[in-house]
């Protein structure tokens, strides 16, 4: 035996996602842009893991006046901290969309 084996469920891998994104400054929500109709039922972080590589897409929104390709790098590093050093786990690609500034 090597030791004791970690099995990490996709809910908690979107969750520390979320969370890691959200904490980046100049992101508003994790989630969808638009009106409330649209954003119902659609995830605002979709996880695929394949082995130990997690490969991700996630949505959010940036606070007004915030430069958006700093702040794409800034969640993408954000979270592969987050997937990597907390999970234990190889990522694969991480896929920012900004779909709305808000207020």
Known sequence: MTGPLLTVGPEVITEMVRLAAIE???????????PP???LGRPGVVAHRRDATVTLRLWVVARPS????????DIRAA???TVERLLGLE???VAVVVDGVGS
């Open 24 to 34: 980046v400054p100049g992101v508003l929500r994790v989630g969808r842009g638009g």
């Open 79 to 81: 979270v592969a901290a």
């Open 91 to 93: 990522l694969g690609a």
């Open 37 to 39: 109709w649209r954003r």
């Open 66 to 73: 915030q430069p958006l390709v700093p702040l794409a790098r």
